[in-house]
């Protein structure tokens, strides 16, 4: 079963278009992917809507990493993941968007665990700025009890 | 001069809003990252209690998703294999304090938990620590006739630093009861459909035992009867507590043959252990032992003076459905120590070693390394303990899933029942039993 898997490859295309050939080992760490396959929904081409073609590379890149390093050591696995989901805020939010619509959980874990490490030690003033938007910040601050409320040290 | 106030107040908040968004972010002030609730839960399970606590002021969405049962017992869930930390209650001369020494200990000290009582430390005594719970005794009363009135238990969580005090118990003691002695303990329960902490009173007195259970869920006191127990109650806290249910020696004539009974948190119970007989291992009349949780096992830790192992008693399942205490383990030497005691077996396997002359240090097995710990004093118990947002209050809706339509209907019944009417906003807010009742 798994051998004559991985000599099958599939085609993803990204929102905007472009094509990735992807062996299907690969490709089925999605479980959304995982699932057209076996139900066999899906042709050659499979679209990938609302991820573009860089945040598809980075998903891709790191499905594949996971596959080849199966026996490879589990700390190794580790730092490479630490320095993947080591990006920008907007990567990082497109990377999860991505990682949830398709269902890589390896990616999710990831990705969750690095925010978490990113805002473990922020003040509610940065949770609100980074975390939540601007717009919303400004609706919230513009209640002034609630400002003076959150501008005690709560530590 | 409200408004006006008001306005200052918002724009000098919108200057303060540009600043920290220019030093804290590059790009992305109008970038609005909404993630699904799934993410979010998942990403606060990761984070711990202080963070959480933190960051309920940041919305409401937040607080509320913070405060919800289910994602505390999630949350719980994820944290209690990875940082697990040993607390435990020292005494000094003139005070008891309460120590947290985080695992993987082998970079940090012990931490001093301040609790809400600092001038009752000299009376305070550990119970148990549960999910981040801690039933603690305050003994408000130091005369040594009246040691058993007075008493005050508390349930803690010192990482929300919530507490609440327990009603007191129905039976009460008369003042003028000799060969009288006092037991606590603190256990816990969770099945499918409920989940409950209890504290066991045990009060013997006359060759007469009566044992009273709280619940925390109805909030009272209840006798439990049908009991012919002779427990041997030398200090307040049971002996150990492991997977949640407290466990209490039995009083035997030999020196050398024990028993153990557990209580049976669920069905409000206790099962007896097969008695443990070791007088044919050991020479000799002096020997230390202890029980405690050794990985979610309840184990005896037997030590002779002067030996520099120690040996590790477990209950072993035969076929046939019987059980037997059998030898499991020799662990040792503990080197350069005259004389020791173990304190408690931590998750990760170091155990925490009292030397006689006051030296208290983490002891490796699996490569003989001591660790010293610095605090002075004589330690006492010694539990396992993991941050949690578990509230002491436990409420209707965690156990019974209600709504707030069910939640009006329970006011409804009460209202008929009473016959008294509860205006809406009260009725709001009535979500336990203890509020119910007043």
Known sequence: MSSSLEKNMLILRSSDGEEFIVPEVVAVMSKAIKNMVEDECASNTIPVPNVDANILAMVIEFCKKHDESEAEAASDLKTFDSEFVNRGQEALYDLITAANFRDVKELLDALCQNVAEMIKGKSVHHIRIQFLGYQLFEILTSNFIWNIWCDRDFD | MYSHSWKEATMANQERNTEATDDAMSSSSDYNLSLPMDIIVDIFNRLPVKSL???????????????????????????RTPTTATIFTFKRRTTTSLSLLRSPSSSQNPVNLVHPWSNHTRNLQLIGSINGLLCL?????????????????????????????????????????????LGFGFGFHSTTSSSDYKVVRIVSFNLRIRVEVYSAISNCWREIRGMDLHFYLHKLSCEAIVNGAPYWLLATPSNHCFRFTWFDVQNEAFVMLPGLDFSGFYIGTLVHWKLMDWKDNAAVVVLCPGNPFFDVWMIEDRCGGESNWCKKFVIGPVLGVEQFWVLQCTKNGEILVAEAGGRIFLYNP?????????????????????????????????????????????????????????????????????????
């Not at chain 2, 409401?60 to 994602?71: E, G």
């Not at chain 2, 004589?378 to 539990?383: G, L």
């Open chain 2, 137 to 181: 005794c305050l003994r408000l009363s130091n005369h040594p006739l009246h040691f058993h009135r007075r008493i005050i238990l508390l349930l803690w969580n010192p990482a929300t630093k919530l507490f609440k005090s327990l009603p007191s118990p129905t039976f009460q003691i008369p003042p003028t009861f000799f060969h009288l002695s």
């Open chain 2, 53 to 79: 606590v933190r960051f309920r002021c940041v919305c409401k969405t937040f607080r509320h998703l913070i405060s919800n049962p289910t994602f505390i017992a999630s949350h719980l869930l994820h944290h």
């Open chain 2, 366 to 438: 699996r490569n003989g390394d001591t660790k010293d710990i610095p605090i002075h004093g004589v330690p006492f118990e010694a539990f396992h303990y993991v941050e949690s947002l578990v509230t002491p209050d436990v409420h209707f809706h965690k156990d019974l899933e209600l709504n707030s339509l069910d939640n009006m209907q329970i006011v409804m019944a009460q209202e008929e029942e009473f016959k008294l009417e509860i205006p809406d906003k009260e009725a709001d807010k009535i979500d336990s039993c203890f509020l119910a009742i007043e």
